[in-house]
């Protein structure tokens, strides 16, 4: 008989301020662990009551991030699978409205027989089971629990009661503390007051922390690592500096050097594996990136670029990394620049227009609705006739396709329903299942979720990046087709359906033959692009910027 595993667990939280990288820092962790020979899993915790991040604006949250499963989750989830090269399933991304969705279902089923179903005690017991469940389905040695917020908010406190209870009753649970050290400019010296009050919120709830991972602009020195140590209650050893760095990618090396999975490994009562071939890999590509010289410009033309006075590069965080490790796979830094798409409509698009000559590629990514939309279609006119790399990614590539439609194939109203209901061509088209589902406005993970196969032309372009496969699977979230009554039409024009659907009634990729690199998805590549090993349509789409 197999012997039961039994996981061991990280959970890391975070205090004084959000956006502290918690997501990265769990993930670096896991990546550590990975080349330790651990089979490792991340597991994120969002106290939001949306059920899960997919109705949600990118602006309001971030970039959606699709698992191989269909899960439309929190980007944390892309972090994960980008430093442990893990696929990590939606069992892996947990949220309030789960929770209490479950203990509802249950109470309406008489699960509880009778009891009084309780917010002290039968969430908690949800949150556990959910968090094994996830851990067993990933059949973890260790799994990393990432509690969203911060310690001392109301919306999380279910879940750290949850985690002290398993620290308490019978698991083997670690706790991470990441923590913020503000350097005032009128001070002149790094600050730990909050830190220490960030640790007190945190015991108030039952919980020692057993490391504090301190982010600041700069290291943190001996003294303040004594002095964090002594008031905080935790070892010299497990207060880990973590300043600012030019690369993300460089966080798991800047971790091994203080010894932090090796003193986690301890705590959990494991052997700390030598580390295998991974770290060699790892190393060599943090030294590339930090080496590369040659640059070449990248523009992303898209709308959920702007809150309030920012730019919020996080609705594309996968796409700007997929490119990142092909650019560097390249040996090519590329600077990404953020073109919004109105640029492109009204008086002023025709000299804006012009401007995108200065860009080595152009990439359209994936987007809902019609705001914007002209002006996309504007610049993927211009990249074809300009022979501009360009790569479309979901909604650009179905927005390719009304440009073929109206400049090449005379039909001058060709739209997509979703931007033109009432369009005399829609060329892109709703599938009768999803117009149901719209009609009963049943939103939450409705779209076309997840991995789906895609059957590819023999010699074609996108079988060449692909090397040579016949079969490839990559990830979609969209709900609008390209309208398979105008494929023959679409095709005598010049365009090329390299990749359908087994059935071949959906398209899935296309490219053109009078063009040096124009290529579209109606996948999302970006989710499966990993440091080591770029995604081939980011890595062509890069080859060709270099050759232009
Ligand atoms: N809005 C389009 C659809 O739903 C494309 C979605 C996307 O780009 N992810 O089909």
Known sequence: MPVKKKTKWIVVTGGVISTLGKGIISSSIGNLLDMRGYKVTNIKIDPYINVDAGTMRPTEHGEVFVTWDGGETDQDLGNYERFTDNKISMKNSITTGQIYQEVIRKERNLDYKGKCVEVTVHIPEEVKRRLHDAAKNADADIAIVEVGGVVGDYQNILFLEALRQMHIYGDDVVFVHVSYLPIPATAGEMKSKPTQHSIRALNSLGIQTDFIIGRANNVIDDLRKEKISVICGVRKESVISCPDVDTIYEIPLMFKKQGLDENILKKLHLKPLKLNGKLKAWTSFVKRIKTVSKEINVGIVGKYFETGDYTLEDSYISVIEAIKHAGYYNKVKVNIQWINSSDFEGVHAKKNLNKLKNYDAIIVPGGFGGSGIEGKINAIKYVRIHKIPFLGLCYGLQLAVIEHARNLCGLKDANGVEIDPKTNDPVIDI???????LEKKQYGASMRLGEYPAILKKDSQVSKL????????????????????????????????SGMSPDRKLVEYLERKDHPFFIATQSHPEFTSRPLKPNPLFNGLIKAALKK
């Open 431 to 437: 599938l009768p299942e999803q117009r149901k589902l």
């Open 466 to 497: 692909y090397g040579g496969l016949k079969k490839v699977f990559e990830r979609h979230r969209h709900r609008y087709e390209v309208n398979p009554d105008y494929l023959k039409k679409l095709e005598s024009y010049g365009l090329v359906f």
